[in-house]
């Protein structure tokens, strides 16, 4: 059995499970949404609804395959560089620094399909003839991709910013 030997190596565990994670989510998207095809009538649905399913499933693979081979490079971001010894003891400020930049990629994970689905949904809306739309409709679309931005924003701060959120719980333990 081999035995954890420091903060990086933690690190690249982590964010590689996190790579692992989005490919299923790439396959899920695919299996749940390709489907849908065999219940569409016109051509333009059917080319909107593959555009769709191939777009999501790719965009979360290549995310996979970036956060995976990338981990190395990300978890030695996180820690400056700076004297990253691979027997280093993990501190609690490495955690918060490590668990912080996972919720963010987690959470990007997340609302980065759900911002692709809402726009295409937008476009095949408007798209239909015939159809009106009412004003709650529109503004519910509308509060909900506002809302995957921000929380996708928010998941790109807690990645970025991890360093100053764990310097900042620190500062307050400290008081």
Same mark, same amino acid.
């Given at each position: ?11 690249v @565990? ?6 692992? &994670? ?5 396959? /899920?998207?695919?299996? &749940?949404?390709f489907? +849908?095809?065999? &219940?569409? *009538?016109s ?5 909107? #609804? #593959?555009?769709q399913?191939?777009?999501l ?5 290549i995310?996979?395959?970036? #956060?995976?081979?990338? $981990?190395?490079?990300?978890a030695?971001?996180l820690?400056?560089n700076? *004297? #990253? ?5 993990? $501190? $609690?400020?490495?955690?918060h ?7 963010g990629m ?7 399909p759900?911002?692709?689905? %809402? ?11 015939g @159809? ?8 519910e ?5 506002l /809302? %995957?931005i921000l929380q996708c ?12 959120? %764990? *310097?900042? +719980?620190? *500062?307050?333990?400290?008081?």
């Amino acid at each position: 059995m081999e035995v954890l030997k420091g903060k990086r190596e933690l690190a690249v @565990i982590i964010f590689k499970a996190l790579g692992v &994670y989005s490919f299923i989510q790439a396959l /899920a998207v695919f299996a &749940y949404r390709f489907p +849908i095809l065999y &219940y569409k *009538n016109s051509l333009e649905d059917d080319i909107m #609804i #593959i555009l769709q399913v191939l777009f999501l499933s790719i965009m979360l693979a290549i995310f996979a395959f970036v #956060i995976w081979f990338m $981990s190395p490079r990300i978890a030695e971001s996180l820690f400056n560089n700076a *004297n #990253i010894n691979k027997e280093d003891v993990i $501190s $609690s400020t490495d955690m918060h620094m490590i668990a912080f930049s996972f919720i963010g990629m987690l959470v990007v994970i997340d609302g980065l399909p759900e911002i692709v689905k %809402t726009i295409f949904f937008h476009y095949q809306v408007r798209s239909l003839p015939g @159809i009106e739309e009412g004003m709650a409709m529109v503004a519910e679309r509308n509060s909900y991709l506002l /809302a %995957t931005i921000l929380q996708c924003g928010l998941g790109v701060w807690l990645i970025l910013g991890s360093r100053g959120i %764990t *310097n900042f +719980i620190r *500062n307050l333990r400290r008081r």
